[in-house]
């Protein structure tokens, strides 16, 4: 793998899904050995990284992944509800017909993938498509509301709220509610009532909002 972009979208998802550690050093001429690639090729891609707050740069000191931390966790996830209810209020008042079969193929995958994990013992296998198809879920919820600017938004901040999330969720104990939580949220939005489903998408994130779900 030497293409840029490749190298990004990989590096992102190992940065979200537990790939190095809170606090750990990355380091380009390790991840060049990796990629293929120059070192100076990894490096930009970690600037764009950091940009994004997946990573943090200190001169001297290099590249981090960022810590845990309870407070960030807290203002990432208001941020997030705020974001996804009103873009998907927005998808709801112009998305039709095709938004709404669209969600309803996701949210199909993604209930697939959910009941497998919550009837499995060991998810280790399952962690990678999961973290993919509960991407796709929320983002094509907030797809159709004209807005690239909060898509964009949208999109960094799910990032980093998954980033910090990533030690917790890899234990699924959560995965029993998020089946429900997530079937409600696509009940409500395809029913129309926009008010219903901020308070869905609410409720599925509002374990958050204390910092305490980031385990230990």
């Known amino acids: 793998m030497n293409d840029e972009?490749?190298?990004?979208?990989?590096?992102?998802?190992?940065?979200?899904?537990n790939g190095f550690e809170h606090g750990a050093k990355v380091r380009a001429e390790e991840l060049r050995k990796v990629y293929g690639c120059s070192a100076s090729a990894v490096r930009e891609v970690l600037f764009r990284l950091a940009a994004v707050g997946l990573v943090d740069f200190q001169e001297q000191k290099g590249f981090r992944v960022p810590?845990?931390?309870p407070q960030k966790l807290i203002e990432l996830t208001h941020v997030r509800v705020l974001l996804e209810a009103e873009g998907t209020a927005m998808s709801i008042r112009?998305?039709?017909?095709?938004?709404?079969?669209?969600?309803?193929?996701?949210?199909?995958?993604?209930?697939?993938?959910?009941?497998?994990?919550?009837?499995?013992?060991?998810?280790?296998?399952?962690?990678?498509?999961?973290f993919s198809s509960e991407?796709?879920?929320?983002?094509?919820?907030?797809?159709?509301?004209?807005?690239?600017?909060?898509?964009?938004?949208?999109?960094?901040?799910?990032?980093?709220?998954?980033?910090?999330?990533m030690v917790a969720d890899r234990n699924f104990e959560f995965i029993s509610q998020n089946i429900r939580h997530h079937a409600d949220i696509l009940e409500?939005?395809?029913?129309?009532d926009e008010q219903l489903t901020r308070e869905k998408i609410h409720d599925h994130l509002e374990r958050h909002l204390t910092g305490k779900t980031m385990g230990d």
Not at 158 to 165: K, S, V
């Open 188 to 192: 409500a939005a395809l029913s129309g």
């Open 135 to 165: 991407k796709e879920f929320h983002e094509t919820l907030i797809s159709a509301c004209g807005s690239e600017t909060l898509k964009q938004m949208h999109s960094r901040v799910y990032a980093q709220f998954r980033q910090q999330l």
């Open 5 to 17: 972009i490749d190298i990004y979208q990989d590096l992102k998802m190992r940065l979200i899904s």
């Open 94 to 130: 112009n998305g039709g017909v095709d938004w709404e079969a669209r969600l309803t193929a996701a949210h199909h995958k993604l209930s697939h993938i959910e009941k497998r994990i919550h009837a499995t013992d060991d998810p280790s296998g399952l962690i990678e498509i999961w």
């Open 67 to 69: 810590m845990r931390s």
